[in-house]
């Protein structure tokens, strides 16, 4: 039995969720008494390799190949099923990054196994690996076990495990030279979704302010922007406001729009839906400013402001210049 992290990177630079996966890895083999290891996939992908190499795990398999420059699903897919056919790992996590939920579909068909997809939790019994994913916009938590052979799949919701318990160590870096073949690949890369301008990554963001219905009208979204500006934050919004158009669809949070895991979460105005918190509850520390005492939101939140927000968010400006 062992334990595979495979990391995402762009442009030699670390995606946040890969430590995470990490420490859920390292966390769940020491668990089942088992080693682990960690994998990057690149081209030039040393430094990220030599990063690794200073983390717990019993080897960094650094994947080398010029087709793997420049993301796509077909050469991922071929590197990973070759590397798996030859190591034989028996339990591969990943984050649940947007490139994940692109080729690891791919990469568990190939393998005829099925992938246990956005896990929260898990628990281990009787030496067997339970994971927990959520169902229905979060409302309900299912228990998934693997059945039959391994390799086995899995990837990570952001902010489910934390990345600053990644445990530090020693690790040899084994150099993995796959045949990745141009004629596999029915893809030709463009520029990445995130360099488009406009275009936001909140589940990169260490600290997002998002609002809710509670601001009244789009005039008045300013306000809330003056904040996250003075916070050196990213906006955010409930559903609501996005489909009201008053902020982009890409700043939506929850079931339908991005899930999130910054250091600090400020809602304002904002309810607290269950198909908002599933997008958000992986966050470290949640402000709530919300008039209702009763607000769902003050049940997550670390610090509850009961106010008008009309009062309450001028005011913590005023404090923070
Ligand atoms: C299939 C499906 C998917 C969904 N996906 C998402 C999703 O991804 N993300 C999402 O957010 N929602 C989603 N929703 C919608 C969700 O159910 C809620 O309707 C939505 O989250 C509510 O947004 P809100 O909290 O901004 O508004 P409301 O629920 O209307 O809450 C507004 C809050 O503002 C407070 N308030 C009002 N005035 C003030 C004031 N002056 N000062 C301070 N507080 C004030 C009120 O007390 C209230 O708590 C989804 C729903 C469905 C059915």
Redesign the pocket.
């Known amino acids: 039995m062992s334990v595979l992290a495979v990391l995402e990177q762009r442009a030699g630079q670390w995606h946040r969720m890969s430590f995470e996966t990490l420490a859920a890895a390292q966390q769940i083999a020491r668990e089942l008494g088992t080693t682990v290891a960690a994998a990057v996939l690149g081209h030039g992908v040393e430094a990220l390799a030599n990063e690794l190499a200073a983390t717990d795990v019993a080897t960094v398999y650094a994947f080398e190949h010029e087709l793997l420059k420049d993301y796509t699903p077909d050469a991922y897919t071929m590197a990973l099923e070759a590397f798996i056919d030859l190591f034989s790992p028996d339990i591969l996590l990943f984050p649940h990054t947007y490139q994940v939920r692109d080729y690891l579909p791919k990469l568990a068909t190939r393998l005829n196994r099925v992938a246990v997809t956005g896990v929260i939790a898990h628990r281990i019994e009787d030496g067997e690996l339970t994971l927990v994913r959520q169902l229905f916009?979060g409302k309900l938590n299912a228990d998934v076990r693997f059945a039959g052979e391994a390799p086995h799949l899995a990837s990570l919701q952001a902010g489910a495990y934390r990345a600053d318990h990644v445990a530090k160590g020693a690790a040899p870096i084994e150099v993995i030279l796959p045949s990745v073949e141009l004629s596999g690949i029915r893809t030709r890369p463009l520029a990445p979704f995130r360099a488009a301008e406009h275009t936001v990554d909140l589940s990169a963001a260490e600290r997002i302010v998002s609002?809710?219905?509670?601001?009244?009208e789009a005039d008045n979204i300013p306000l809330i922007e003056k904040l996250a500006t003075a916070l050196g934050a990213e906006l955010a919004?409930?559903?609501?406001?996005?489909d009201a158009g008053w902020l982009p669809m890409e700043r939506?949070?929850?079931?339908?729009?991005q899930t999130v895991a910054p250091k600090l979460y400020v809602a304002?105005?904002?309810?607290?839906?269950?198909?908002?918190l599933?997008?958000m509850k992986g966050a470290r520390t949640v402000v709530a400013?919300?008039?209702?005492p009763g607000?769902p939101?003050f049940e997550i939140a670390d610090y509850g402001i009961v106010?008008?927000?009309?009062q309450?968010v001028p005011a913590i400006i005023e404090a923070l210049k």
């Open positions: 916009q609002v809710g219905r509670g601001i009244k919004a409930s559903r609501p406001i996005c939506q949070v929850g079931s339908s729009g304002i105005g904002i309810s607290g839906a269950i198909q908002h599933v997008g400013i919300n008039k209702d607000a939101i106010g008008d927000l009309f309450v």
